[in-house]
């Protein structure tokens, strides 16, 4: 027969993992289930280059902007908890690649990116995180491409992960704790029954008291019936790369350092974290769709590449590359989806955290413990349950001017457009997001001042 658990855990990625040990670390007694393939097939965790980022992935900085301040709290809370995680299991050696990052700004940038690139500056000063000359600065200086003409800032306490190394570490850890039980499988089916929860996998039935949900951007679909409750999800294909350059370029990045630009329309730019052995991660496209997409995005690892050639260094074309693709939890309204169910408070939703969720993850996992003890759970995402109303970005012009200036960011950045015709390329893209605007307030009864977020327009 089998066992009933105390919680199962749907999805096996990082929310997923650090959520089994602290809550099997509780007592043995615990009886703790994690479900998910052993490929971890298309996880976001897996995929990501794992920068413990809190302002270099800013996009905007308003300090009365609730949104944007409620984002660098969770952040900067979540950074201590980081370094108290690695410490408390010795991985700093193993899993930490990176200490701090170096902000650049090329010199022919578009509008798009300098705004944000002043976003970054303006809110780590703010926060006293912001460095503007430091060794790392001055050794890019001397060895990147654009060197002498790029602008530069260095985030103190701004990380990087191995997730490899990580996961590793984790599905060893597992095997050897006698309460957590590893179940390498999809989960198909939840249906509540009071408080005894069934779990269909395959021609298995299993049975708990709790379930999280943290199967990713896959999260919704495993919920059947339920899922109508939750607000859609979105799949964010993030295609990037870890890439062995040539022994003679070993030394034209600092080490444990991550190097990256700012946001440049429609992708989160290029960074470059360093792995081990002279191994770096190359990253990241995203491409945003309501299904998932199979395979690699041929096109933007090519264009990574360019950028990382035309930046860094022209020598890199005998480096051997591995394409990496895995999708971002994106929610309809762009904001997380973190809570218990209204309908079925024994089971707890955590996704939707689209680029964020690997810096965010202990503080998400200390909301999920609390829930599970039966506690009062953080403020940190009261308002961003999986059931909610949606959020509107703002107001209806001011998204809709964040989505044709997000555009034409990304067709200036791949030379697409030129300069000329920017006047032109706006007037269509206003007319464009007009004709979804229609189509999406109709399909979801939104009011008619509603937002949406830039990047999930585009995906109508
Ligand atoms: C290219 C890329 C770069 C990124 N860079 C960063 C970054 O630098 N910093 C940062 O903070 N965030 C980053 N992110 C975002 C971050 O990776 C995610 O927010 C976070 O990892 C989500 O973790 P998760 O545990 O919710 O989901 P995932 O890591 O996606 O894990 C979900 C797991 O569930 C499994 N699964 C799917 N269906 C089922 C099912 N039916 N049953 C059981 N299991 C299932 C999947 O196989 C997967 O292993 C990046 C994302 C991408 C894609």
Redesign the pocket.
């Known amino acids: 027969m089998n066992p009933h658990y105390d919680i199962l855990i749907?999805?096996?990625?990082?929310?997923?993992?650090m959520s089994a040990l602290k809550i099997a670390n509780l007592s043995d007694k615990i009886k703790v289930g994690v479900?998910?393939?052993k490929?971890?097939?298309?996880?976001?965790?897996?995929?990501?280059?794992?920068?413990?980022?809190v302002f270099g992935?800013i996009d905007y900085f308003k300090s009365e902007d609730n949104y944007i301040q409620r984002k660098l709290e969770i952040g900067c809370l979540a950074i201590p908890k980081w370094l108290e995680f690695l410490e408390s299991y010795n991985l700093k050696p193993s899993v930490l690649v990176a200490d701090s990052t170096v902000v650049y700004l090329k010199p022919d940038s578009t509008e798009l990116e300098s705004g944000c690139f002043s976003a970054i500056k303006k809110a780590s000063l703010n926060y006293k995180k912001l460095t503007l000359e430091s060794s790392n600065i001055d050794f890019l200086r001397n060895t990147m491409q654009i060197g002498s003409s790029a602008d530069f800032i260095e985030l103190k306490d701004e990380m990087?992960i191995s997730?490899p190394s990580l996961f590793s570490w984790f599905d060893k850890k597992f095997r050897e704790k006698k309460n957590i039980d590893l179940i390498n499988?999809?989960?198909?089916n939840v249906a509540p029954g009071g408080s005894k929860i069934s779990i269909t996998i395959g021609d298995e039935t299993l049975y708990t008291s709790k379930v999280l949900l943290?199967?990713?951007?896959?999260?919704n679909?495993?919920l059947g019936d339920l899922s109508s409750e939750l607000i859609p999800l979105l799949f964010?294909?993030?295609?990037?790369m870890q890439i062995s350059l040539p022994d003679k370029l070993k030394d034209i990045l600092p080490p444990k350092c991550v190097v990256r630009s700012p946001n440049r329309g429609s992708t989160?730019g290029i960074?470059i974290?360093p792995r081990e052995n002279g191994i770096y991660y190359l990253?990241?496209?995203?491409f945003v769709t309501h299904k998932p997409v199979k395979g690699h995005r041929l096109l933007t690892i090519k264009y990574l590449l360019e950028c990382f050639e035309s930046d860094f260094t022209k020598k890199a074309n005998k480096s051997l590359v591995e394409p990496?693709?895995?999708?971002?939890?994106i929610s309809l309204d762009g904001k997380p989806m973190i809570g218990p169910l209204g309908s079925c408070p024994n089971i707890f939703v955590?996704?939707g955290?689209?680029?964020?969720?690997?810096?965010?993850?202990p503080i998400i996992v200390d909301d999920i413990f609390k829930w599970f003890n039966n506690r009062d759970r953080n403020k940190n995402f009261i308002g961003w349950e999986p059931d909610r109303k949606l959020i509107s970005y703002g107001d209806r012009n001011l998204a809709v001017q964040s989505y044709v200036d997000n555009k034409i960011g990304g067709l200036i950045e791949h030379n697409t457009i030129q300069h000329k015709d920017i006047e032109r390329v706006e007037r269509e893209l206003r007319n464009e997001a007009k004709i979804f605007y229609e189509n999406i307030c109709l399909k979801f009864n939104l009011d008619d001042n509603f937002g949406i977020h830039p990047e999930v327009l585009n995906t109508f």
């Open positions: 749907i999805g096996n990625g990082i929310i997923g993992c479900i998910g393939p490929t971890r097939y298309g996880s976001a965790s897996v995929a990501a280059g794992a920068m413990l980022n992935e990087a997730t499988a999809y989960a198909e943290a199967a990713g951007a896959y999260s679909d495993v964010g294909a993030g295609t990037a989160c960074h974290v990253g990241a496209g995203n990496i693709l895995g999708f971002r939890p955590a996704t955290t689209k680029r964020d969720g690997l810096t965010y993850s």
